[in-house]
């Protein structure tokens, strides 16, 4: 995972042009990775849409994020989540972000779908392409009930209204 995490960062470095990004408004994205979870005991694939807005407050950013991922993971159902994300301008096209919020995951059990509820946190970088386009590379660690835990290794591909 560590080489998938690496390549990421430096594809996302290399396919930049020179200009200044701007880090406000709504946007929607899509995201591929990995989760590691209690359910599965290695790796699975996991992929979502989310759809946020954020505010440009001058070096930083604040913002809000909802999302639905889905896994190839058969005792998953989905992973909905609610999260709002502080950053920081890192130089005219990248914003080093944290966030937190709310996260309830579908369990498929025998004759039954079980939704447990969660905390989520994470961090992850954002990079823009262009003016309207962005890429990311994040992680995100999910505590639910029953002792659940979650972590994913996400890259994305969004774009901004």
Do not use: C
Not at 16 to 40: K, M, N, Q
Not at 99 to 115: E, K, R
């Amino acid at each position: 995972m560590k080489k998938f995490v690496l390549a990421s960062v430096a594809a996302l470095a290399l396919a930049t042009p020179s200009y200044a990004a701007e880090f406000s408004g709504a946007r929607i994205g899509a995201t591929a990775g990995f989760v590691d979870d209690d359910f599965a005991g290695t790796s699975t694939f996991t992929y979502g849409v989310n759809a946020g807005y954020d505010f440009d407050l001058g070096k930083t950013v604040a913002g809000a994020t909802v999302e639905w991922q889905g896994s190839d993971e058969d005792a998953l159902s989905r992973d909905l989540a609610v999260t709002g994300r502080f950053g920081v301008k890192a130089g005219d096209k990248a914003l080093v972000y944290a966030l937190a919020g709310y996260t309830n995951l579908g369990v498929d059990t025998p004759g039954d779908n079980v939704h447990l509820d969660g905390a989520r946190v994470g961090a992850g970088v954002e990079l823009a392409f262009s003016p309207r386009f962005y890429g990311q590379v994040e992680y995100r660690y999910s505590n639910y009930e029953l002792d659940v835990d979650g972590h994913q290794m996400l890259v994305g591909l969004g774009v901004r209204f």
